[in-house]
C-alpha cells in the first residue's frame, strides 16, 4: 500500500514539473523572451479576428534532437489540440532555437497559432 501512494505521489508531483502544452498566448510568455540563447522569429499568417491565438513550445532533451523533430512535434501538439475542438491549425508565428546546439541551446520551437474552422473537402 505504501509503495503505491509512493508512486501516486511521484506521479502528481512529475505532471506538475512543466507547463502546459498549450497555452493562450496573451496570458502566457513566450519561452524564448529573457533566454540566454536568442531564437528567429518568422511570421507564418495573419491573425483571424475574433480568434484566440495559443502557444505551444518543445525542446530537444539533448543537443543530439534535430531541429525538425521538434518543430515536427509541436506541431502535431498543436494540431491534436485544435482538432479536439473540431477545427485545423492557423500557425501565426513560429520561433525556433538557432544552431549550433551546445552548451545548453537546445533545439527548441514555439508556436504561435489559432484554430479555426476547418474548410469543407472538395
Known amino acids: 500500500m505504501r ?3 509512493l508512486v501516486v505521489a511521484a506521479v502528481l508531483l512529475a505532471s506538475c514539473a512543466g507547463a502546459p502544452r498549450v497555452q493562450p498566448a496573451a496570458a502566457s510568455k513566450s519561452r524564448f523572451e529573457d533566454a540566454t540563447y536568442a531564437g528567429e522569429t518568422v511570421t507564418l499568417g495573419k ?3 475574433g480568434e484566440e491565438a495559443y502557444r505551444a513550445f518543445q525542446e530537444g532533451a ?6 525538425q523533430t521538434v518543430r515536427s512535434g509541436v506541431q502535431e501538439t498543436a494540431t ?8 485545423a491549425v492557423h500557425a501565426l508565428v513560429e520561433t525556433a532555437a538557432r544552431p ?3 552548451a545548453g ?6 508556436l ?3 484554430c479555426v474552422g476547418k ?3 472538395r
Do not use: H, M
Open 3 to 5: 509503495s503505491a501512494s
Open 47 to 49: 491573425p483571424t479576428p
Open 62 to 67: 539533448t543537443g543530439f534532437v534535430t531541429l
Open 80 to 87: 491534436a489540440y485544435c482538432e479536439r475542438q473540431g477545427k
Open 100 to 102: 549550433p546546439f551546445i
Open 105 to 110: 541551446n537546445y533545439a527548441r520551437v514555439e
Open 112 to 114: 504561435v497559432f489559432e
Open 119 to 121: 474548410r469543407p473537402a
